[in-house]
């Protein structure tokens, strides 16, 4: 009996420090002198701005891959092809390499000296300090949640109840929207909800190909960094319990939408 | 529709799953594909269906060539081991899934799904998931689901095989009623002999990807075309040189022409019938199935010594081989 409190006591102790602490540092910051300086700065334009941009690149960014998500693991699960291994290995690619990485990596790409680069400026198109470049630091962070989580569904799926509808009438195309996409919609929707919460606490990737020009290419994440840089710190707590909210927000959105059926 | 395979073999890797098979399937005929795992008898019914493509041969339904065919356009109802259910529709969904492909209009369907719970007596089950279903429902379920669009052919594979043995006797007997009610010409695969002669007119035999005998049960139980067949359709036992029946071993106190002396191992009573279990000089056992008439007339006990031999209706092992 002690011992299984002394276990339960450490994890919690561990998840108290690590994880509540400072999340409750932030809202205890925030909200120390009451709703209307955190209002205030919620509704300063620039940052009004920044989280404009967040939500934008996420627009993009979480269609994108979700599709694409989906198509990959439709690919990996069910096909047989050279490269396969790759394709797999490569969807985690941004999990395994620091965004900051990442961001550097689009920059020399699209850089005038990079590959892409001086074809986009010829045609007149800015990527570098402007919105398509954070929309592709985006895209590209959050590309493996949508995948992971549908991979294993349609591996536990099998395809038994697609040759079923087959021999039914049913063409592909019909398979897929009668049959393959509502079984694992659970998993495509904890993916989108995971992607979504990727795409706007991204920082270290959106950080260095934005620029952080002020009310321009700043981001919700990339503002709260300035703003603690030039002693804003009121409006930083602000803009990150907004973050954390949202955050908290899809934990709880998950939770809710377990699926209760017995499948 | 009729249904012919012409010499249509299929590969999976090494392994030869289906080698050069030829069948005729007659119009509203019940066949089974009867084969021990891994004889190819799932594979054969999936090409049929066209969920797996031959290496060669071709597939006539109704005399024409639908070797490349696909499988929605086959007009075939599939009934698989482990249901297939969609798990995602309730039963009236399921079973109406084709006729909603086919955008019959919803009265229709309505119609149509009512008749077919009611044949598979489900009437109840309409707006259940199919997880709260057992699994005898479960199946018929999928029966009514493949019968929905009125198919011309219902292939089954396996389709008692995940059952307890109560049920799938249920299901079997009511297979063969549905089948004299709901005319089509259906076929179905098993590795059960006593379910492939009790339910089908016709059997066809299959060991390690070829086609060993087709004929109707009891063509195959007495005339086995292989030592094979012999062997997997019904017991058999050796006595002597030869392959026969255990109900074909008589037995008698003095010996005789081409007679086997025996020892009494066991004697079990099984209702009307009675086994005998016996030894020969070499220590080779085999069993005699005998009326219990038969056996009291004889007196026999454990432990004494008879002569073993079988009626004239006998295969020559030699000849089994042969053939074989």
Same mark, same amino acid.
Not at chain 1, 15 to 24: E, K
Not at chain 1, 144 to 173: D, M, S
Not at chain 2, 94 to 116: C, H, M, T, W, Y
């Given at each position: ?263 | ?194 379910? %492939?002669?009790?339910?089908? &007119?016709?059997?066809?035999? !299959?060991?390690?990807? /070829?086609? @060993?005998? $087709?004929? #109707?049960? +009891? =063509? ?67 069993? %005699?199935?005998?009326?219990? &008439?038969?056996?009291?007339? !004889?007196?026999?006990? /454990?432990? @004494?010594? $008879?002569? #073993?031999? +079988? =009626? ?13």
């Amino acid at each position: 009996m002690p011992r299984r409190l002394a276990l339960r006591g450490v994890a919690l102790l561990y998840l108290l420090v690590i994880l509540l602490a400072p999340l409750g540092m932030v809202f205890y910051r925030t909200f120390q002198h009451g709703l209307e300086p955190v209002w205030q700065t919620l509704s300063d334009p620039l940052t009004v701005h920044a989280f404009e941009i967040t939500l934008i690149a996420a627009a993009v960014a979480v269609p994108l891959n979700t599709v694409f998500g989906v198509l990959c693991a439709l690919a990996i699960v069910r096909r047989r092809f050279r490269g396969k291994g790759l394709l797999n290995a490569f969807i985690d690619l941004p999990l395994a390499v620091s965004p900051v990485v990442v961001g550097l990596a689009l920059y020399l790409l699209y850089s005038r000296t990079g590959w892409f680069g001086p074809w986009l400026g010829a045609h007149g198109i800015q990527v570098l300090f402007a919105l398509p470049a954070i929309v592709l630091a985006t895209i590209f962070v959050s590309v493996p949640f949508v995948a992971r989580e549908v991979i294993p569904t349609l591996r536990e799926l099998g395809n038994e109840q697609e040759q079923a509808a087959a021999t039914l009438g049913a063409t592909r195309w019909q398979r897929f929207w009668r049959i393959t996409l509502p079984s694992i919609r659970w998993a495509v929707i904890y993916g989108v909800i995971l992607t979504t919460a990727r795409c706007l606490g991204e920082y270290g990737a959106v950080a260095v190909v934005s620029g952080r020009i002020e009310g321009k290419t700043e981001t919700a994440t990339t503002r709260v960094d300035d703003l603690v840089q030039n002693f804003q710190t009121s409006g930083a707590y602000a803009i990150s319990v907004v973050l954390a909210a949202i955050a908290i927000g899809v934990l709880v959105l998950m939770m809710l939408t377990k699926p209760k059926e017995a499948v | 529709m009729s249904i012919e395979v012409r010499n249509v073999s299929k590969r999976f890797g090494t392994f030869t799953a289906l080698d050069d098979v030829s069948l005729d399937i007659p119009e509203n005929s019940l066949t089974a594909i009867l084969g021990p795992s891994g004889s190819g008898k799932s594979t054969l019914l999936r090409v049929v269906a066209g969920l797996e493509r031959p290496d060669s041969g071709e597939i006539l339904l109704s005399g024409e060539d639908a070797t490349r065919l696909a499988p929605q356009r086959r007009d075939v109802g599939f009934v698989f081991q482990h249901y297939a259910a969609f798990k995602h529709m309730t039963v009236r969904d399921n079973v109406g899934f084709a006729l909603s492909i086919r955008k019959r209009p919803k009265q229709e369907i309505r119609e149509r799904v009512d008749e077919l719970l009611e044949l598979v007596q489900l009437s109840g089950f309409a707006d259940r998931y199919p997880s709260k279903l057992s699994g005898g429902q479960r199946q018929r379920m999928a029966l009514a689901r493949a019968l929905a669009a009125k198919p011309r052919v219902l292939l089954l594979d396996e389709p008692f095989g995940a059952l307890d043995a109560r049920v799938r006797a249920e299901l079997r007997d009511w297979l063969r009623r549905l089948h004299e009610e709901v005319q089509v010409t259906t076929v179905f695969v098993t590795h059960d002999q006593e379910e %492939a002669m009790e339910v089908a &007119d016709r059997v066809a035999v !299959l060991d390690r990807g /070829r086609l @060993e005998q $087709v004929g #109707a049960p +009891a =063509e195959l139980y007495d005339a086995p075309a292989s030592e094979f067949v012999l062997r997997f359709v019904g017991d058999a036992v050796r006595l002597g040189s030869r392959l026969v029946r255990p109900h074909e071993v008589v037995l008698r106190r003095w010996p005789s022409d081409g007679a086997v002396e025996v020892e009494i191992e066991r004697i079990a009573v099984l209702g009307a019938d009675v086994r005998v279990d016996l030894a020969d000089g070499a220590g080779e056992r085999l069993s %005699a199935r005998l009326r219990r &008439d038969e056996l009291e007339e !004889l007196e026999l006990e /454990r432990g @004494e010594i $008879v002569w #073993a031999t +079988a =009626e004239a209706s006998v295969r020559d092992a030699e000849a089994g081989h042969a053939l074989g």
